[in-house]
């Protein structure tokens, strides 16, 4: 692993142990402004403008410095692109039809992401050669992954990157799930840096914790942490163990949750088995942090159930110990004591040691981004709150959520305001200033908040993956 992590946890110890507060729990609410919004101008056009929509997977991400990219149409051609907003201002970064590396043209444009250092990686399809993921760094395209490269330990399969999702890590480094073709093996979840791939797992591998039982189907709901840490869903040949959440760290993996594990905080109950009226909840949907600090999204089982009510919830694992984050029917932050109704998976786990999710409140269902930080939950925005656009109006649901290790967030909202019925928002931390430090405060308090984002994963684990999902 990682020995500057650790450095760097003790070091952000230090520093918040002597100014007398504790890290990083410096939140003191959410300022919102927007990213872009529908029917906004768009950048390198004569006069063309905006559509923004909302996407389950991949449709807008942030790094630590506020950087955010999102997906966004044409409205004259429908052509899709890819944009950058860096200090309120938007740039085109490639649009369907611009030339792509190797010849010919991008054809259909999918997901991005943005890692720390300003790179931006642009899943897409070519006129000429294979589907790939693009690098881009200050308008130079490279190709960062592409169809028909070879996957080792796969009796010489080559990667087929059926998968729309993927994430990166802080160096660069891809984690997605792909098929493989020409080789002993048909699926497989890969690691891949400078378009050469490694194996995390493969079909037929030992799944740890199972008894001796092999890997039969792997999701492509796979992220990498900051420092390179994949974790993934998979079912199993076992006979008690069909579901299991997985992390691998440095090629050594191990079990984090398996069907049948206890749930804890509910009682007695039980992650998955028995499904209740036989729908099929999964485990799903993990997320991880540098410090392989993992959350994921699971059914729930207690006896006697509830009457009426399919319990879901989101937990962590911090090294071996599983703990309740948010569960249906426990009560939602900030909403008058309303109850979740809805718990879909987390969008993401931060170094800081937070965990940022969508769920659904009240009857009927309304729609809030809540954070997770040392056993207490938080919002950061509601429906119905006011808008941060010309014309006003208020949110409707959200999807499609991203933070930072500042606790930063970006995300898909719907509203009723009457110059736009949807856009890309960014709820921004606010800071207050560090005893004794003057103005200099709030400026010192952020760069303790980033610095100390292996302290919050150390101390108790927790927190964001970029990009992520609301809706399942």
């Given at each position: 692993?990682?020995?500057?992590?650790?450095?760097?946890?003790l070091?952000?110890?230090?520093?918040?142990l002597?100014?007398?507060?504790a890290?990083p729990?410096?939140s003191?609410?959410?300022?919102?402004?927007?990213?872009?919004?529908?029917?906004?101008p768009?950048?390198?056009t004569?006069g063309?403008s905006?559509?923004?929509?909302r996407?389950?997977?991949?449709?807008?991400?942030?790094n630590d410095?506020?950087?955010?990219?999102?997906?966004?149409?044409?409205?004259s051609?429908?052509?899709e692109g890819?944009y950058?907003?860096r200090?309120?201002?938007i740039?085109?970064?490639?649009?369907e039809?611009?030339?792509?590396p190797?010849?010919?043209?991008?054809?259909?444009?999918?997901?991005?992401a943005?890692?720390d250092?300003?790179a931006?990686y642009?899943?897409?399809?070519?006129t000429v050669?294979?589907p790939?993921?693009?690098?881009?760094?200050?308008?130079?395209?490279?190709v960062?992954?592409?169809?028909?490269?070879?996957?080792?330990?796969?009796?010489?399969g080559?990667?087929?990157?059926?998968?729309s999702?993927?994430t990166?890590?802080?160096?660069g480094?891809?984690?997605t799930c792909t098929?493989?073709s020409?080789?002993?093996?048909t699926?497989?979840?890969v690691?891949?840096?400078?378009?050469?791939?490694?194996?995390?797992?493969?079909?037929?591998?030992?799944?740890?914790?199972?008894?001796g039982?092999?890997?039969?189907?792997?999701?492509?709901?796979?992220r990498?942490g900051s420092t390179?840490?994949?974790?993934?869903?998979?079912?199993?040949d076992?006979?008690?163990?069909?579901d299991?959440?997985f992390?691998d760290?440095?090629?050594?993996?191990?079990?984090?949750?398996?069907?049948?594990?206890?749930?804890?905080g509910t009682?007695?109950?039980?992650?998955?088995?028995?499904i209740p009226?036989?729908?099929?909840?999964n485990?799903m949907?993990?997320?991880?942090?540098?410090?392989?600090?993992?959350?994921?999204y699971?059914g729930v089982?207690?006896d006697p159930?509830?009457?009426?009510?399919l319990?879901?919830?989101?937990f962590?694992?911090?090294?071996?110990?599983d703990?309740?984050?948010?569960?249906v029917?426990?009560?939602?932050p900030?909403?008058g004591?309303?109850?979740?109704?809805r718990?879909?998976?987390?969008?993401g786990?931060n170094?800081?040691?937070?965990?940022?999710?969508a769920?659904?409140?009240?009857?009927?269902l309304?729609?809030?981004?809540?954070?997770a930080?040392?056993?207490?939950?938080?919002?950061?925005?509601?429906?119905?709150?006011?808008?941060?656009?010309?014309?006003g109006?208020t949110?409707g649901?959200?999807s499609?959520?991203?933070?930072?290790d500042?606790?930063?967030?970006?995300f898909?909202?719907?509203?009723s305001s009457?110059?736009t019925?949807?856009?890309?928002?960014k709820?921004?931390?606010?800071?207050?200033?560090?005893?004794?430090?003057?103005?200099w405060?709030?400026?010192?308090?952020?760069?303790?908040?980033?610095?100390a984002?292996?302290?919050?994963?150390?101390?108790?684990?927790?927190?964001?993956?970029?990009?992520?999902?609301?809706?399942?």
């Amino acid at each position: 692993m990682d020995r500057h992590r650790n450095m760097r946890s003790l070091v952000a110890a230090g520093l918040a142990l002597s100014l007398g507060v504790a890290a990083p729990a410096w939140s003191q609410g959410y300022d919102l402004s927007a990213v872009v919004i529908t029917d906004q101008p768009a950048p390198g056009t004569s006069g063309d403008s905006l559509e923004v929509f909302r996407l389950h997977l991949g449709g807008q991400s942030i790094n630590d410095a506020g950087d955010v990219v999102f997906k966004a149409r044409l409205k004259s051609t429908q052509a899709e692109g890819i944009y950058l907003n860096r200090d309120g201002v938007i740039t085109q970064v490639l649009v369907e039809g611009d030339p792509a590396p190797g010849g010919g043209s991008y054809a259909l444009v999918d997901s991005a992401a943005i890692d720390d250092a300003g790179a931006i990686y642009v899943r897409a399809t070519r006129t000429v050669g294979t589907p790939g993921i693009f690098k881009v760094v200050d308008g130079v395209h490279t190709v960062a992954v592409e169809s028909g490269i070879p996957v080792p330990g796969t009796g010489g399969g080559t990667l087929t990157f059926t998968a729309s999702e993927f994430t990166v890590s802080d160096s660069g480094v891809i984690a997605t799930c792909t098929g493989i073709s020409g080789g002993t093996v048909t699926r497989g979840i890969v690691r891949v840096a400078d378009n050469v791939a490694s194996p995390v797992a493969l079909v037929g591998d030992p799944a740890p914790g199972t008894g001796g039982a092999t890997y039969t189907q792997l999701f492509c709901r796979t992220r990498i942490g900051s420092t390179g840490d994949v974790v993934f869903e998979a079912d199993t040949d076992s006979n008690g163990i069909t579901d299991g959440i997985f992390l691998d760290e440095d090629g050594v993996q191990r079990a984090l949750a398996l069907d049948g594990d206890p749930a804890p905080g509910t009682g007695g109950g039980i992650y998955l088995s028995p499904i209740p009226g036989g729908i099929p909840f999964n485990m799903m949907s993990p997320v991880v942090n540098g410090s392989g600090v993992a959350a994921f999204y699971t059914g729930v089982t207690v006896d006697p159930p509830p009457p009426g009510v399919l319990l879901e919830g989101i937990f962590v694992d911090a090294g071996g110990t599983d703990s309740l984050v948010a569960i249906v029917d426990q009560v939602a932050p900030d909403t008058g004591g309303e109850m979740y109704g809805r718990v879909p998976p987390p969008s993401g786990i931060n170094d800081a040691g937070e965990v940022f999710f969508a769920a659904r409140y009240s009857t009927p269902l309304d729609d809030g981004i809540f954070f997770a930080s040392d056993g207490v939950v938080r919002p950061v925005v509601l429906e119905d709150r006011p808008v941060p656009v010309p014309g006003g109006g208020t949110f409707g649901e959200f999807s499609t959520i991203s933070a930072n290790d500042r606790g930063d967030v970006v995300f898909y909202g719907l509203t009723s305001s009457s110059t736009t019925n949807g856009g890309i928002f960014k709820a921004t931390r606010r800071l207050p200033a560090a005893p004794g430090l003057g103005p200099w405060g709030a400026v010192f308090a952020a760069a303790l908040l980033l610095g100390a984002a292996g302290l919050g994963a150390w101390r108790q684990g927790a927190a964001v993956a970029r990009p992520g999902s609301l809706y399942r």
